[in-house]
């Protein structure tokens, strides 16, 4: 039996072996294995990144309104935004990620689901005044990313803000085989459509390591 509990390398084999079926079923596999303790917690951040932490505090206090986490994880995120008054929503395609959020936060009052961007429920659809994704969109392979980048859309209300924070990936840069498929300027853009509109986009330093990938700071909004 292995004893290799590096879940970046795991990730990167079970990508390999199921993306060109599934482009979501790897996380399914991955985040079971990780609540069956074969390897470490993968993404296991217990602090809001901090574009979010930033974002939020510009924001203002949420006064209820209604707010989502896009491939929650573990849930720092979602329960950041949950104590500065948001009504929050949290979602992973993942059963086990959901189920190992809920431990991590005992009485929280986040509404961890089970839910597939690619295949939204009809009750997320155009609900949410505020929609969070933190390296979601450049988890899932090129094929798909015009429904990933839909999807993400899809969820916000009319009059709704769009934080979307992703890997860069210059132009040209050929996205490699394995996860994440980092975006360029173009798909980072490729937000905007319809009436929802590009606002600001930023390219940071990377936020917790000096010498890692910057990162796209996005901000856009639905028309009312």
Do not use: K
């Not at 930033?54 to 707010?67: K, L, S, T």
């Not at 935004?81 to 189920?99: H, K, N, S």
């Amino acid at each position: 039996m292995s004893t290799d509990r590096d879940w970046d390398r795991r990730a990167d084999e079970l990508a390999a072996a199921s993306v060109a079926e599934s482009p979501t079923r790897w996380f399914v596999q991955l985040w079971g294995e990780a609540a069956e303790d074969r390897i470490d917690t993968p993404w296991a951040r217990t602090a809001a990144y901090p574009p979010v932490v930033e974002h939020v505090a510009a924001a203002g206090p949420g006064e209820g309104r209604r707010a989502v986490v896009v491939g929650a994880g573990l849930g720092a995120d979602a329960e950041h935004l949950a104590t500065q008054g948001w009504a929050m929503t949290a979602f992973d395609v993942a059963p086990a990620a959901v189920e190992l959020a809920r431990d991590w936060h005992p009485g929280t009052v986040v509404d961890y689901r089970v839910a597939d961007l690619l295949d939204l429920p009809p009750d997320l659809v155009g609900a949410f005044d505020l929609v969070v994704d933190v390296f979601t969109v450049q988890a899932l392979p090129p094929r798909v990313r015009p429904e990933a980048v839909a999807g993400v859309r899809a969820l916000l209300a009319p009059g709704g803000t769009l934080l979307a924070v992703q890997f860069v990936r210059e132009r040209g840069e050929d996205p490699g085989v394995d996860p994440p498929w980092l975006l360029d300027e173009d798909e980072v853009r490729s937000l905007a459509a319809g009436d929802v509109v590009l606002h600001s986009l930023d390219r940071r330093g990377h936020p917790l390591n000096p010498a890692g990938p910057d990162v796209w700071v996005a901000v856009l909004r639905r028309g009312t």
